[in-house]
């Protein structure tokens, strides 16, 4: 279980893509939320024009879901360029970026997904391409082998990372601009998914948009996901129109609870209050307990759970709080209320 959950901020291989581009954002004006970081861009984006000069390298930070890859297509509209988009994994080695690098046109945009999975090889191969617009590839291997420098049309370089602590010290410095994603409020969400809503051409009460947005996880793609399987319930099972009724019925029926929290994340909480006594437990030890994969806990449960404040990370291990014990209806036992001890940077 991981990308194909409803509430996973993960993109979804159910999506379907014609319908995420017709919800996506094309303006910096019809972006909602991220205000500090909208600002910045603005500024970068007009300091860049008044010079005549491509934009400078962007890194975009964040948790999944948020909008890195939409606003990486906003900025290539607003500075009337075209984007080129590839991922971290997708590159092997430096011949897969090469194919990229060399055929830029002067402030063209490369968007890099995943940018900390970029190979060690490949990250030190971008390096005089950011910083001076050449590279140095080796054309023949061996005894015989030889060393091109190719000059590059000046470009900007996106790179979008949910671990922005994996990226290298070196690598980071090289990008001249510096966004970060944050969780975006109800308020947000549930302007989100009333444009949403207008563009699907959906009749949907300001109520049920509401209850859509508080059971997003803060997530816009998890919003649009959800008003997509709320819209298909509706049309089957109801009138067409979005109603609190239809949002509950609908939702229940997929798992997700009034929070947001799906089957996944209950089963990790009841692990965890239930076989750990609330704790605190390491993360190995929830994950071998629940048949799960460390990764899977780690980035597709945790983060929400921390957000919300069900789960503490102390120095111990991970611990449940109070309220995420009145949330499943369960007494919380009083031998672990305690304060947490701090966290521990090698648990995250």
Known sequence: MGRDRIISPQPDVADDERTIQSLRPKRLTECVGQESLKQQL???????KKRGEPLDHLLLDGPPGLGK???????????????????????????????????????????????????RVVEEFIYP?????????TVESGLGGRTVNFALNRFTLIGATTRAGMLSAALRDRFGVRLHFDFYTADELTEIVAR???????????????????RSRGTPRVANRLLQRTRDYAQVRADGSLTPPVVDKALDMLGVDALGLDDLDRNYLRTLMNVYNGGPAGIEALAAS???????????????LLQIAFVVRTRQG????????????LPFPEQSDHDPVGEDPSLF
């Open 196 to 214: 949403s809503a207008r563009r699907l051409e959906l009749d949907a009460d300001d109520e049920a948009l509401r209850m859509l947005a508080a």
């Open 69 to 119: 890859t939409t606003i990486a297509n906003v900025v290539a509209e607003e500075m009337g360029t075209s984007l080129r988009i590839t991922s971290g994994p997708a590159i092997v080695k430096q011949a897969d970026l090469m194919t990229f690098l060399t055929n830029m046109e002067v402030g063209e945009i490369l968007f890099i997904d995943e940018i900390h999975r970029l190979p």
């Open 42 to 48: 603005v500024i970068a984006m007009e300091a860049a």
């Open 290 to 304: 629940m048949g799960q994969e460390r990764d899977t806990l780690e980035d597709m449960v945790e983060p929400y």
């Open 318 to 329: 991970r611990q449940a709080t109070r309220e995420a014990y009145k949330h499943l209806a």
């Open 129 to 137: 391409a950011m910083e001076d617009f050449r590279i140095d590839f």
